[in-house]
């Protein structure tokens, strides 16, 4: 077979030196179903990455993707600002009926623009807003996003410098076991809250992910975001739960925070609420920290109604019974056992496997080891990426939707990933 | 004839109180095709809002609607973060070819995010990085975004204050007109660059949009515009045109700074550019400024891949000879002999007909005269929205494709809404 | 007659590289009377200079002196915080009885540490806790300080770098004249003001010198100062007037505001109040103004004793009657029509002469040639300074006190130092 | 016997509410010699206070007096800015032999203007400039002073919030114990600087009190301050020792930080350092850091002659041997035994007693109690202030040169007043 290299010119030359995940995969690709992408040379992929946590559902869900094309052919509205629209009205019923109602949450929606980032901005404005202070607690290897605001709030150093302003405003915290268990969880943060001389700009909230995606699978256990609400609630600081990534059903439960029985004030919703890769986010909150003034906080693409269509769908399909969670942590337990497997295999590579519901991390020792892993992989046609501050974690983000058959063949090939890249 | 209220409660009791146009136009939208919108309730509207501009090319415009369901259908890439996909290459192959080169453009382009402030974010991050500088000159009623580091070059001192932090490393200077002829263009800003004791933070960029959308419908003459650029050339500033508004043909060429005959150093692109609606932007810079490291800047909407497609069809379709160009001129012309009919009429209410293309503003005397005008539009079947600081100008943004009875119909309505708030 | 070179080895070996005046007078001083100054190896100067306007009074005036000595010898309280002593108790009395009542000025008096950028940082403090607002208006070429409050309000490029931050929450309008008529005053500041959409940081407060003397002896006319308090008072902004350099009489009357008949709602005060070069600074206020909480700023040297016991002999010998500054302006007048003369002269080399009082500036056409005419003057035994951005004015700050003789014999050294750099 | 209450009223109208040590000793002080004070009343008090450390050498110290006078009565230069006078050059080279060279500290020696606020702001400075970063990291509970940039390395949230403008650019870390054990020493900011995904902006330097005079009398351990200096080290971070309260003799040796055997990059003086209570001070540092440009900090009062000829006095009387040094430490140690007793007299009421050299805290179990001891001892003759964030802990600054007397009169009075507050 002679392989001819694709034509990627126009990448190379038209396109910015910004571009980085096609680095990654060095291919063209041109269509994609459920788990599967192909490229235009007709090969197959496996994909272990789901647009980065933006497809759960897969690509190009076929009930999503129904719905989508009936809405577009009958001419639906498609852009719509923030005008009342039938598509943002039945994805605004069934969010309340399937999703915030059963869990007894009493947020209310706000459509920040069309991306995560949109989301975090706008939930740093109305902490500030509503606690009339300045600074927000992020914590270490945060991501939070790329703008200025949630940049002010991300770890990672190489990011941050991309600002070319300092970014201030923030204060970074240990994420939990970042210091391995060497000093009791918010000792040092309920020391700098508790004491008027520390020196600590007061934050009006805090922050925080549930599982660190691109910090590198860092899992907080539930007891310590239990913790961190009740340290928020006694020390008058708004708890922001950043569920953009691990929201949507990622880890099990719907939100990823459920688990730990705790009610954030706000949460940032993005990635896969719509279900089918479209852009789309959500900012919630406590209806009593509603006191946003009408335009306080717009963006042109905050009504995304094609998206709020196959949103709605994604509510109809697989969240109306408890089906979708039950399914996640099934295969979750499936990858955990399979990724527990290679760390014992390679005790001496592989530092730590962590994970929750379907995302998982597997930590190399050698931090070059999980690059080459993830490069192996891609010949082996599987798409999966590193995540870390120094890209030592291989990341698994399958499709929640992922046929158990799929789900083995791409373990078996990390396997061997590993294996051949020892 | 009974009117039944529309059902808002689910946007009145769910919905942020953030939300804005929907309580101008207090109904549900349902379909829209071309200049014409439909609510629920089977009512017809006239669109002289476009989308805020995102939608030049009319809603859900057929031929673009037919290569999207096309590519949907196929299972085309939906989301691609930054992968190279075939609907991406046709995209920077099309924009290539029929944008950039015929006009001696030498950009590279970036896809910073999918919408608006996410390009600015970025222009703004690189200027910066390019100049080793943190502060950046904006314009008097400018408008660049709602995420902080667009916000802080953005005048509107509502919006501003909704950071909850102080917005600095920004410093406005008179837009074009601003003083009325009563200073030299450009005297206060040259004084201070040159001299070293103003206490001026040197700037790294200027940031400008020729026609101030938001602002006021406030138009840059061609001559300031050149002399703005001279001044940077001369000055070591980077200029970046924010075309967001009134790029993709609103001006009638495809960037608005053409009939200036600059050529700007950077410059941002959205609304119009997927040309369904659809959340796209673009950052396009000189290839000597792009000096990104890999993923230094990123977004998970990045490659919203089905707006690659319309927007590649939209070049296509639109651009590959000068026909919008000159539809658009024409058009424009038909606007501006109607308004200043009108402001001929209203001598002592309407203060000012100002725009380009098919950008057009109506300034009233009465500061609330304005919002009247466009409510009663709105009662009458047309769709217009106002603008500047004080919502003081009636804003014309037709989609470009308007029929030229449509266009003579919304004007029609117009001048019998200015009339009947007298 | 041998001259050996004075031994500054110790100066260049121990001192920091920051010194500065040092290295244009390169001898060491050892001893000073009134206008003259004595290095150790007998050489006599005539000081024009007088500790930058700190010594109005004259090096070692006889009167302080006296009442210096006699109080050190007492025993009285030398370092007294900011507890009530009866070196503070009279000094107050005073000034408020010879100072501020015959002035119908209602201030209330801080001591906010013992130098100028103190008084400084306590009037932004304030300003900005009474506003409730962080940005400050300063002007170009203004010169407030080298802490890092004061130097963000401080226009000299070079200084402002050192910092090593970003200088934020400071924005420079033109100075008088700085655009020299081609615009109407405050026209760009109104406009900022009254348009909510100018994207201008509201500011708590203006602060201004009524005589840049760093910047390059630029004089603000009476009537500019007048609408700048006017347009204060109308826009909701405090006036700060910075008198460090210029009160004390250094332009006739004890505050050079004085003359304008304006009363600036804060003032600073430092130089030359203690008369004798010591350490000392106020910061003056009306009385609505007082919103400190005890201890809300604070100094160690903030309770300077000797100072006090010095400033309250100036008090007394010098501003009990109006002779003191009748004197002045007569002598300024003497200086006015010398400078005059040298400038009608030079026609070609001097660009400007001006001043008020007894603080003057000649400037230069030939930027370097300021810094040569104070050489040679130095060689001639006349101790005179430039300032300006670009050190291009020759700067006139003798003694109040000086005699007509030695007024004469500097100006006609200067005279001589100007010819003798043509 | 009738007491009349002192006459404070122009200290209540005139003065700014700003003052406050005034408060806690309403009385009118006159005359003052060695460690007793007196008031206009013929009162006498015993000072514990010692000008907050600016009078180590005791009130109008004998020997300093007669130089100062000696020196005033011959006319030597008082105000010099930063001109080489022989005064000036005498204290440099008694500096440089007595202090410098004996410790072998290659210190380049800075006048950064004449108080303590001065210094840090250049020190801060200097770093900034050094390493090219703008963050500095503090500890907890550090006072640095008042002037902005020392403010944000400032921990009291009080005198933080006086600033008007948000504090960033600073970062507190605990202050050796603050954790009271239940964390490795370093651990989390070490971490920090290790970890590129933090989030921490990466610090120019660390500014550390060996002791923490107004934070509460918080000793760092040897051990704590060279891990610190190691740490810094190796992270390439610049150390600054803030000796402005604890230097000049204050814990025993001439700097504070003698005992651990480090050698910071930077180091602040003042207060002390003219030994006769006059606004004096430093900034030392190595001289590869001693990159400043001419001027580029300045301040008028940098050069107070008067003071560097009483500086120069008290190293010639006090620092020639190592008589000062033992007679502090012993001093303390009858200090640290009777403080003892106290606490131990009295083990519910009194948390903890801490101290070095003649630096002592006693700390409170109730809040409040602490301020009543001062009250009371004032009432008994004794001045002694509180410090800590909330003003718990009695801290003791008696002279350096206090006789054993009169140290034992004063621990006599301060343990009745402790008693009389039970």
């Known amino acids: 077979m002679t392989i001819t290299p694709p034509d990627l010119s126009v990448f190379e030359t038209l396109e910015s030196e910004v571009r980085s995940y096609c680095r990654s995969w060095p291919t063209v690709f041109d269509r994609a179903q459920g788990s599967r992408m ?36 009958r ?30 949450l009493p947020y209310k929606v706000m459509f920040p623009g069309p991306t995560g980032t949109n989301a975090v901005e706008s939930a740093l404005k109305l902490a500030r807003k509503v606690k009339g202070r300045e600074s927000i607690v992020s914590f270490t290897n945060a991501f939070h996003g790329m703008s200025l605001g949630s940049l002010a709030v991300t770890g990672n150093s190489f990011k941050r410098a991309g600002a070319g302003v300092p970014l201030v405003h923030g204060t970074p915290m240990p994420f939990d076991n970042y210091l391995q268990g060497r000093t009791p969880d918010f000792l040092w943060f309920e020391r700098l809250l508790e ?14 992910e549930t599982v660190q995606g691109e910090g590198g699978i860092n899992v907080a256990r539930a007891q310590w975001l239990r913790e961190l609400a009740d340290l928020c609630k006694r020390r008058d600081m708004l708890l922001i739960v950043d569920d953009i990534q691990m929201g949507c059903g990622r880890t099990g439960a719907f939100f990823s925070f459920e688990e730990a029985g705790i009610v954030p004030d ?40 094609p998206a709020f269509v196959t949103a709605a769908a994604t509510l109809d399909t697989y969240w ?47 931090k070059e ?31 929640l939707t992922i046929s158990t058959e799929q789900l083995d063949e791409g373990l078996r090939v990390l396997a061997r990933a590993i294996r051949e890249t020892a």
Chains 1, 2, 3, 4 share one sequence.
């Open 266 to 305: 706000i949460v940032t919703v993005s990635k896969s609420i719509s279900g089918y890769g479209l852009p789309m986010a959500l900012t919630l909150f406590k209806p009593e920290l509603d006191v946003w003034e009408p335009g306080e906080h717009n963006g042109t693409f905050r009504g995304n109604n």
């Open 38 to 73: 192909y490229d235009e040379d007709g090969h197959t992929y496996l994909d272990f990455f789901a647009g980065a946590g933006s497809l759960n559902y897969g690509h190009n869900n076929p009930v999503l993707k129904r719905a989508l094309i009936d809405y577009i052919e």
């Open 320 to 366: 109306a019974d408890g089906q979708m969670e039950k399914q996640t942590l099934a295969r979750g337990e499936v990858v955990e056992t399979s990724l527990l497997a290679m760390a014992d295999e390679h005790r001496r590579s592989i530092v730590s496997v962590r994970g929750r519901g379907l995302v998982w991390g597997v930590e190399f020792a050698d």
């Open 75 to 104: 001419d639906g509205i498609t852009h719509g600002l923030d005008m009342s629209t039938t598509a943002k009205r039945s994805f605004l019923e069934k969010f309340q009926s399937i999703i915030l109602r059963p869990r007894d």
């Open 195 to 208: 004491d008027s001389g520390s020196g600590f700009n007061y934050p009006a909230a805090v922050i925080v």
């Open 369 to 399: 080891r999980a690059t080459k892993v993830c490069a192996r992989a891609f010949e082996l046609g599987l798409i999966v990426e590193t995540s870390g501050p120094q890209s030592e974690v291989v990341k698994l983000l399958p499709a």
